[in-house]
T-cell receptor, first 112, second 115 residues
Framework: GDSVTQMEGPVTLSEEACLTI???????????LFWYVQYPGEGLQLLLK?????DKGSNKGFEATYRKETTSFHLEKGSVQVSDSAVYFC???????????FGTGTRLTIIP | DADVTQTPRNRITKTGKRIMLECSQT?????MYWYRQDPGLGLRLIYY???????NKGEISDGYSVSRQAQAKFSLSLESAIPNQTALYFC??????????????FGPGTRLTVL
């Protein structure tokens, strides 16, 4: 079945540091890939998505590129802020299955 | 106003009690989902519904039941709560058509504690 493996946390960085959170997936066919973010005390929000190979999703300074050859969708940001502190989930949905499969989440803490 | 609302937001109950968690949405989406979140396990799908007459089990449906009372309402019930059902529960919706196909929109969550 489909699965998502993402970088174990927690991750602690200083403000303005570079961020990479790794995500790899196993799926048949051509899934769509997502990053969701969960701020403290809130539900999940879609951060960005990519629906086909080599697509780059971007939002709020975050980027992720759909790499079919390495089955990866790593989340990156060049300069993090304290307000980026949250839990980040990588997820996929496969055409025909149409249910989200989530990774276990990575907690990110940014210190001033 | 929130597009996806959940009630209650917090609930403490005792083992063996019946409890219902409710979800309502104003997004006009046809699909609705219930997930539970446990530390280190991410989100796991309990039940999902693609329309009012379509209910499907997810990966961890044992001990839970659902009711889709209308397109906008999807309730999750624990018939006899047990402590390992202590978790954060999320409702989500999605639209089966249009530009946001397969994007899911989440409610704020219900924190359930079973003593």
């Amino acid at each position: 079945g489909d699965s998502v493996t993402q970088m174990e946390g927690p991750v602690t960085l200083s403000e303005e540091a570079c961020l990479t959170i790794n995500c790899t997936y196993t799926a048949t066919g051509y899934p769509s890939l997502f990053w969701y973010v969960q701020y403290p005390g809130e539900g999940l929000q879609l951060l960005l998505k990519a629906t086909k190979a080599d697509d780059k999703g971007s939002n709020k300074g975050f980027e992720a590129t759909y790499r079919k050859e390495t089955t990866s969708f790593h989340l990156e940001k060049g300069s993090v802020q304290v307000s980026d502190s949250a839990v980040y989930f990588c997820a996929l949905v496969n055409f025909g299955n149409e249910k989200l499969t989530f990774g276990t989440g990575t907690r990110l803490t940014i210190i001033p | 106003d929130a597009d996806v609302t959940q009630t209650p937001r917090n609930r403490i109950t005792k083992t063996g009690k019946r409890i219902m968690l409710e979800c309502s949405q104003t997004k006009g989406h046809d699909r609705m989902y219930w997930y539970r979140q446990d530390p280190g396990l991410g989100l796991r799908l309990i039940y999902y519904s693609f329309d009012v007459k379509d209910i499907n089990k997810g990966e961890i449906s044992d001990g839970y039941s659902v009711s889709r009372q209308a397109q906008a309402k999807f309730s999750l019930s624990l018939e006899s709560a047990i402590p390992n059902q202590t978790a954060l529960y999320f409702c989500a919706t999605s639209d089966s058509s249009g530009d946001h196909y397969n994007e899911q929109f989440f409610g704020p969550g219900t924190r359930l504690t079973v003593l």
